[in-house]
């Protein structure tokens, strides 16, 4: 309870005091009335300084608070229970960095705080109840937080310093401020960069130092930038950690001192006597200067060691001079030593340095290489010789010497040799002075004479090591000789040609060129053939056409390919082969045949018959016969397939009754007169009679077996195809079931007998009956019982073998020519005539050989496709 309680009466101010209640109603007697009726006056609690609610007294508050944060609360209490309000109010001319809620009493902060600024605020806190009004002064303490960076307060600054401080000096000391307290108050220091590596800094008192070990040198840099990094101890700012820090520059100029000798630019240093340089002449001139950049001192020159007195040196400007005639000269190299020195101030020569010079007398560069033959300087050479010599050869016929008068590096050139291809080559290939010139063959395949009548090179002599590069070419003509080194060649591997088979004896056929590239009598060429296909040709010895003997007769029907070799040889039997292929080609020069004029045949119903012609020419189109019906007896009631000849009745007749409607005759035998046309230019056609019998098929009995048999019996090849695919059938079947168990015997590892097992045949008693198969032909020749059923296999009568279970039938043998029975039905066939049988058995040889002749001949060019490509 606060012992002052500040009231209003009658608009007077009164102080009244707690602890002396007494004798200050004493004093105002005027007030015993009041006293009586005392009204108390409102108070704060007082909740000490770190309560979030009271009377503001001890409160302090961190400057990274976010402006309107609820800070604290006011909090006090009317003796007699009145409602209070609470005020704030600071100092006139301060900032009001506080607002209150009069009812709740919360505090917020309205304004940024900076303790770096103001570290405490007055505040006059109030409460009343409506007639008493009590005002306190608290201060609140503004505490510090990590928000500020520390200050340099000397950088950037420049320090100059001596080339010769002493490793480990001191510089320079960096001041920094941070004005914030605690941790965030302290500051390290810290160098930044690559001149971390020649400069160090005390961490705590900013010192900054030449590091240890290392030392400044105004020659190789003569300014150094060092950035120094102050950084605070860290902080709590806004609820975490902080680190700040700040950077400056330092500009260390480092001072020249005179502790460097002179050097020499632009060494090392070669100078160079002539033969013609006269005494008194420049030979080289050296330069030098003051190692100390910064502050240099004047350079003298002179000479230490090998100048033999011979050459001289102006100590000013470093002018090396020939003092005598180059034909005194002992020596062909000097090795001068050149000394610079500095001057100091009174004269006195100081830090000096050396550098040696080599001085060369030299031959002067004025005659350049000469060739020479067996009569003096000569600039053409000739040579005959025959083509493809040896490699590795001499060319002695060509005698060749080259000089150089000059001496040492002067008369050092090189030897080349220009011109078609590389067949020649050039020994040596340096030479110093004087050589003599050896030329070699170096490929003798390409020096041909059908190539190369003469051939041209350049002889070059250049020099090598000279500024001048004087040169001496000559040339060097070689004729070459012709020798009989070529073969004939023929213009093509093979000749293809083609000769109507009508032509004449004596006809030409192709005409085949080869070319020898050699001159004179060893060009000439004589041609020549032979092989087996060379029987009916001829061939012209000079002039290569090759023509059908005069006797001879083709035929595209007998033989329609030949081929043999054709030879070209020259003088001296160097030869050559091509191959010559020969098509024959056909003619239409054959009518199509039937085998007789008046054919017989008997049609079933619903089934064709056909008829066949052949036309012996043998390419198509000549050979394809196209079938038409050219009369009918009765009309329009039969179709033919104009490619196969197959004739069918029309759709419409499916019966004998209509067949008797359209005929009224009791025999239906029918004549259709059919053409047979080929395709050849000019075309050829004959002409056949067909008498047809009409008639219907025969229900035979024996079931689907019996009707298959029935419509194959014009087909025997097609039944015995059927038949051997049945029997292969079986034989697979029987293979793979014998396989499977014997396979599963295996695996389930039975144990089978050693010695076979004999069994012994079923006796008829047992039960088992025969199997009597009927024969859909009816009986053969033999009758009942006749041998010819036993080539049915399977047909006739058997008795099998009682197995386990019911065995399946075995498959039939194949049957006897149809000739052996006479068939139920009528037959449809077609004969064909004996000589055309023959003739197409001799076309199929023949067909043979061509397919045999064309794949040799794609053998043979597909090699020789190789053979180029490789």
């Known amino acids: ?259 460097t000798p002179p050097s020499f630019l632009g060494t090392p240093y070669f100078g160079f006597v002539y033969e013609v340089s006269l005494p008194g002449s420049e030979v080289y001139r050296v330069l030098a200067k003051d190692g100390d950049a910064g502050n240099p001192n004047p350079i003298v020159y002179s000479m230490d060691d090998g100048d033999d007195g011979v050459f001289g040196i102006n100590k000013t400007n470093g002018r090396i001079t020939l003092l005598t005639q180059p034909g005194n ?96 080559r050039v020994v040596p290939q340096t030479v110093l002075n004087e050589a003599q010139v050896t030329i070699l063959v170096d490929d003798s395949s390409s020096m041909d004479y059908e190539k190369y009548q003469f051939l041209t090179y350049k002889l070059l002599a250049v020099e090598i090591d000279t500024p001048e590069r004087f040169s001496a070419t000559a040339d060097i003509i070689i004729h070459l000789l012709d020798t009989n080194d070529n073969a004939p060649k023929f213009s093509s591997d093979y000749y293809i040609a083609r000769i109507p088979e009508n032509s004449p004896g004596g006809s030409n056929v192709v005409s085949v060129t080869a070319t020898d590239p050699d001159s004179g009598r060893w060009g000439e060429v004589r041609y020549s053939i032979y092989g087996s296909g060379a029987d009916l040709f001829l061939i012209q010895p000079a002039s290569g056409i090759i023509y059908t003997q005069p006797w001879a007769s083709l035929d595209a029907e007998l033989r329609s390919k030949y081929n043999f070799y054709v030879k070209a040889e020259d003088t001296e039997g160097k030869y050559s082969l091509a191959e010559v292929f020969v098509t024959v080609l056909d003619l239409n020069d054959h009518s199509p045949a039937f085998n007789q004029n008046l054919l017989e045949k008997t049609m079933v119903i619903g089934a064709p ?83 047809i019998d009409i008639t219907e098929a025969t229900q035979l009995g024996g079931g689907p077996l019996s009707t298959f048999l029935m419509q194959s019996r014009d087909k025997p090849l097609q039944l015995l195809a059927m038949l051997a695919g049945v029997i292969g059938t079986m034989v697979v079947v029987t293979v793979t079931i014998s396989t499977a168990t014997f396979l599963r015997n295996k695996r389930s590892n039975r144990v089978l007998p050693h010695r076979r097992v004999r069994r012994r045949p079923p006796k008829p008693s047992q039960g088992w009956s025969t199997w009597t198969l009927p024969r859909p032909f009816g009986q053969g020749r033999g009758g009942q019982g006749d041998p010819a059923d036993k080539g049915w296999g399977g047909l006739g009568s058997f008795r099998p073998q009682p197995p386990a279970h019911p065995p399946p039938p075995c498959p039939p043998a194949l049957p006897p020519p149809a000739s052996q029975y006479h068939w139920a039905v009528p037959t449809v066939s077609g004969g064909v005539a004996v000589a055309a049988k023959a003739k197409r058995k001799q076309r199929s040889k023949e067909d043979l050989m061509n397919k045999a002749l064309v794949s040799e001949l794609k053998m043979r060019l597909e090699q020789k496709r190789l053979q180029n490509q490789y």
């Open 329 to 424: 000269l002992k020596r062909e190299i000097f090795n001068i030593i050149v000394r610079a020195s500095e001057v100091g101030e009174n004269g006195k020569l100081l830090d000096y340095g050396t550098t040696p010079v080599v001085i060369r007398v030299v031959d002067l560069n004025n005659n350049p290489p000469t060739f020479y033959g067996e009569h003096g300087p000569q600039n053409t050479f000739q040579l005959t010789m025959n083509e493809h010599p040896p490699e590795g050869e001499i060319l002695r016929g060509l005698k060749i010497t080259v000089n150089d008068s000059d001496q040492g590096a002067n008369a050092k050139f090189n030897l080349r040799l220009i011109g078609p291809g590389r067949m020649l």
């Open 609 to 691: 018959v056909m008829i066949q012609a052949v036309d012996e020419d043998a390419e198509e189109p000549n050979n394809v016969i196209e079938y038409s019906i050219m009369k009918a007896d009765p009309d329009n009631i039969f179709d033919i397939n104009t490619s196969t000849g197959e004739i069918v009745l029309k759709s419409y007749v499916k019966s004998m009754a209509i067949v008797q409607n359209i005929t009224k005759q009791k025999e239906c035998v029918w004549s259709v007169v059919v053409q047979a046309r080929d395709q050849g230019q000019p075309s050829f056609s004959t002409t056949a009679v067909l008498k």
């Open 1 to 259: 309870m606060p012992k002052h309680i500040q009231y209003l009466f009658n608009d007077e101010h009164f102080l009244l005091d707690l602890s002396n209640q007494r004798d200050s109603f004493a004093q105002h007697p005027s007030l015993s009335f009041f006293t009586a009726q005392a009204d108390f006056a409102p108070y704060f609690y007082d909740n000490g300084p770190y309560i979030q609610n009271g009377n503001l007294a001890l409160f302090s508050l961190s400057e990274d608070t976010a402006v309107g944060t609820h800070i604290y609360s006011l909090n006090g209490t009317d003796p007699e229970g009145q409602e209070v309000r609470y005020g704030l109010a600071f100092d006139p001319g301060s900032k009001q960095y506080f607002r209150v809620d009069p009812v709740s009493g919360n505090i917020t902060l309205v304004e940024k705080l900076d303790r770096e600024k103001q570290d405490s605020i007055d505040v006059l806190v109030s409460i009343t109840d409506g007639r008493s009004k009590v005002v306190e002064r608290v201060t609140v303490f503004v505490m510090d937080a990590n928000d500020e960076k520390p200050e340099f307060q000397n950088m950037p600054a420049i320090v100059n310093v001596l080339e010769t401080a002493q490793s480990g000096s001191s510089l320079f000391q960096v001041q920094a401020l941070d004005r914030d307290t605690g941790s965030g108050g302290s500051i390290n220091y810290y160098l930044q960069g690559a001149q971390s590596s020649l400069f160090s800094i005390d961490r705590h008192s900013g010192v900054l130092r030449i590091r240890s070990g290392e030392t400044l040198d105004y020659e190789k840099s003569k300014t150094h930038f060092v950035t120094v990094i102050a950084k605070d101890g860290g902080g709590d700012f806004n609820g975490r950690e902080q680190f700040m820090s700040s950077s400056a520059s330092l500009t260390i100029n480092v001072l020249d001192q005179q502790d």
